[in-house]
């Protein structure tokens, strides 16, 4: 009897002290636990390293478009300076507060310059100002800007600054045009940028590929025959082992269809 009612026991489920089946003990879950966090933890640690990877592999394709694409407006603009055309005139006409006849470059330095043109091929003459910014640090990276007015507005307002919408962030160099900088290189991590530092932005030659010095008005820079434009820019984002940034140049250069070609200015 008894034996038959253990036998009825297992068979409803109950188990005998002596079955050999249990759960786990609390140090196993411990364990278990402690080795489900590691691989988590190693897991999203993957991740985060493979997602800043991601940001500097991005920032440094978006530096270079960003870069060229500036550069390329640059050139762009310098082949329509010197508006209109030289074949119109044999000597163009007096330039200076004519909001219809461009002065084509009107200045240059190793980190402005400003020139006017037909940009739209509209027979609207613009004016167009490139400039290095330093940021309050007083250091680079700077920003290359490049802002433009009608000549018209220029003209009724000489003092009318334009807004700047075109730029290109983490600019390095700032050469003085001297073999210098004009501002220094702060930048977190452990390399050094200052080789960067001393090219110019702007240079100017003549026909003769001939540095030509700074101008502050048309016929002073009547000599220029061609603009090269070098931008050394840093990504915005570190990589993520060595703590270093990515730094490109990207140099252009273009002839310009400038005053001495025309016949010359009269101011």
């Known amino acids: 009897m008894v034996r038959r ?14 079955s050999g089946q249990r759960g786990f003990s ?4 411990m364990v278990a636990l402690a080795i489900l966090t590691v691989v988590i933890g190693i897991a999203v640690d993957g991740l985060t390293q493979m997602q800043r990877r991601d940001f500097a592999e991005q920032s440094k394709t978006d530096t270079v478009q960003e870069t060229r694409d500036f550069v390329d407006q640059m050139v762009r ?5 010197g508006y209109p055309p030289r074949v119109v005139f044999v000597n163009k006409p007096a330039c200076t507060g004519n909001s219809n006849i461009s002065c084509s470059l009107i200045s240059f330095s190793s980190t402005q310059i400003i020139y006017e043109g037909d940009l739209d091929g509209t027979g609207t003459v613009y004016r167009v ?5 330093v940021p309050a640090s007083g250091k680079c990276p700077c920003v290359l800007q490049r802002g433009v007015l009608t000549k018209a507005a220029v003209v009724a307002n000489p003092a009318l600054q334009p807004t700047y919408f075109t730029e290109v962030n983490g600019v390095l160099n700032s050469g003085d045009g001297a073999g ?4 220094g290189i702060t930048l977190p991590g452990p390399d050094s940028y200052s080789t960067y530092a001393t090219a110019n932005v702007f240079d100017a030659y003549d026909i003769n590929a001939a540095p030509v010095i700074p101008c502050g008005d048309a016929t002073a820079c009547a ?5 090269q434009i070098t931008a050394n820019v840093a990504s915005k984002f570190a990589d993520p082992k060595t ?3 990515s730094v490109y140049s990207i140099t252009s250069k273009a002839r310009v269809n400038n005053a001495q070609d025309d016949g010359g200015i009269i101011p």
């Open 5 to 18: 009612n253990a036998m009825a026991a297992r068979r409803i489920g109950f188990l005998s002290p002596c």
């Open 26 to 29: 609390l140090l196993e879950m």
């Open 77 to 81: 603009d310098l082949h329509d300076v």
């Open 129 to 133: 100002f490139m400039q290095l910014k």
């Open 180 to 183: 210098g900088s004009t501002y």
């Open 223 to 227: 000599s220029i025959d061609s603009v």
């Open 243 to 245: 703590q270093t940034y």
